[in-house]
């Protein structure tokens, strides 16, 4: 058996779209699976629509993912754009065996056509029904276009495209399937400008640099008739196709794109891309690579065991591409958070302090103990990398601003509440950190209890002057963190802010 070889290859038109980088984390697991390589080629023929900084951009979204390249860009050997030559050579190949053939029609010239036929309600193709009338060198003769070519004539060159035959497809994810030839169009293969369009590079790179799988989107079906071809036409033997499932919008209406993230608040991209930061790539949005790629891999596929999360390392061993089904799926943002929860749930304090301070670099200057304690006491409440410091900035700095809403609900005992609180806090000054807490808020419920005032009316003042919210841990812990004179000095900062 021939060793795997399998090709992620991305257009540099801009940020790396979770689509695409599911596309690549297919390609990857099953490389790792059979021992085989992983290939990153850069698909830049369009030269137009290349933007500045993505193709850099993708290679960082890849390797904060795990993804190790092993064969990529590096001497342009993989980069369309520096293989040109060896496109219109290969063109020519198929012009000298009649399967190709040279076009002067304009552009201006194919819109009236396609609008002549519109009008009658008919589309038009560039095809063996309507090429004997055009201006090609099937109508005009070896020599009459060459002389057209000589004499600096635009032209593009298209594959003959045989009619009446039944092209058989066979997809690993959805089975065989076949279509009719003449329903197909004469391709471009060579452009005008010279550079080759898609279908034709992406046949001849994946034949050339021995690509045993084509691991791609659903969106490239419609064309697997047309590669088949082109694979016959050179005499090639193609590899293995596989067309991934689509990646839907969250209501299952459309194909996920980066404006319904922009609408619903959810990241779309790996990284945040500096030309488009509305919102958040995932790694800034707090996300695990490891968690976005164990939610990636669901999208399409599940393991066999049931197991739902897992890391790169248990991905591998269990992904089947077989086994990668082929209706869409829908992209659920609660579903993520909840896998990067279970993945926070799993790493130690220390490991998790190590990604909050990527973050949130202010946590460096805090004593490193005190930090890894206070995630042990907030990590269970954590969805998100970037949830951390807000559960547990209070237990570091009182709060400016105190929550309107919880202030509105306070009673016309709150002051005497804090009063007792400052008080019962001075008096327990020298008490042991860990019974500070327990021991303050025994005393005030005591208090509470013999001036009637009811329990949750003091938890929340409380509450309220320890965090500035109503939210956070329990309120001994809180206490015991901080000391009961931090906890002093906030009761009066709130009872001050109520004056």
């Not at 082109?230 to 293995?240: H, I, M, Q």
């Amino acid at each position: 058996m021939n060793k795997v070889r399998v090709r992620f290859a991305p257009s540099p038109t801009g940020p790396l779209h979770i689509g695409g980088l599911r596309t690549a984390l297919f390609n990857y697991l099953f490389a790792k699976k059979t021992k085989g390589v992983f290939m990153v080629r850069i698909e830049d023929t369009d030269r137009k629509r290349e933007v500045a900084g993505a193709e850099e951009y993708i290679f960082k979204s890849l390797e904060w993912c795990g993804m190790q390249v092993d064969e990529r860009t590096t001497d342009n050997s993989h980069r369309q754009s520096s293989r040109k030559e060896l496109y219109q050579s290969k063109a020519r190949e198929l012009i000298k065996k009649r399967l190709a053939y040279y076009a002067f029609d304009s552009e201006k010239d194919l819109q009236k056509l396609r609008e002549s036929w519109g009008k009658k309600k008919e589309t038009f193709i560039y095809n063996w029904k309507t090429r004997e009338g055009l201006k090609n060198s099937l109508t005009l003769g070896d020599e009459k276009a060459n002389s057209m070519i000589a004499g600096g004539k635009a032209y593009v060159i298209r594959f003959l495209c045989p009619r009446n035959k039944n092209v058989v497809t066979d997809d690993i994810i959805r089975g065989a399937g076949n279509i009719d030839s003449s329903l197909i169009d004469d391709k471009i293969l060579i452009k005008a400008d010279g550079m080759p369009t898609y279908h034709f590079a992406n046949v001849v790179d994946d034949n050339m640099m021995r690509i045993s799988h084509v691991i791609r989107g659903e969106e490239w079906l419609p064309s697997l008739a047309l590669h088949v071809l082109l694979y016959e036409a050179f005499g090639w033997s193609p590899p293995k196709f596989a067309h991934l499932p689509l990646i839907l919008n969250p209501n299952g209406k459309g194909k996920l794109s980066k404006r319904s993230g922009d609408s619903s608040g959810f990241p779309v991209f790996p990284l945040s891309w500096g030309k488009e930061n509305k919102i958040l790539g995932f790694k800034e949005a707090g996300f695990l690579p490891k968690a976005l790629n164990n939610y990636m891999a669901s999208l399409g596929w599940a393991a066999e065991n049931g197991e739902e999360i897992m890391n790169m390392d248990e991905l591998i061993e269990n992904f089947k591409l077989e086994k990668v089904v082929s209706a869409a799926a829908n992209f659920d943002f609660d579903r993520l958070k909840w896998v990067n929860q279970k993945h926070i749930t799993k790493m130690s304090n220390e490991e998790l302090l190590h990604e909050i301070v990527k973050l949130f670099p202010e946590t460096k200057t805090l004593e490193n103990t005190r930090v890894l304690l206070a995630v042990g006491l907030v990590r269970d409440r954590a969805e998100t990398i970037l949830d951390f410091w807000e559960l547990m900035k209070y237990l570091f700095y009182a709060a400016e601003m105190f929550d309107e809403k919880a202030v509105r609900k306070l009673s016309e005992k709150t002051k005497d509440i804090l009063e007792q609180g400052e008080k019962i806090a001075r008096a327990l000054k020298n008490e042991r950190p860990a019974n500070g807490g327990e021991k303050l808020i025994g005393q005030c419920l005591d208090w509470a209890n013999k001036n009637n005032i009811k329990s949750a009316q003091i938890m929340m003042t409380l509450r309220l002057a320890l965090v500035g919210g109503l939210h956070g841990i329990d309120l001994k812990k809180i206490i015991s963190f901080i000391g009961v004179n931090e906890t002093s000095s906030r009761f009066g900062r709130l009872r001050k802010a109520l004056d």
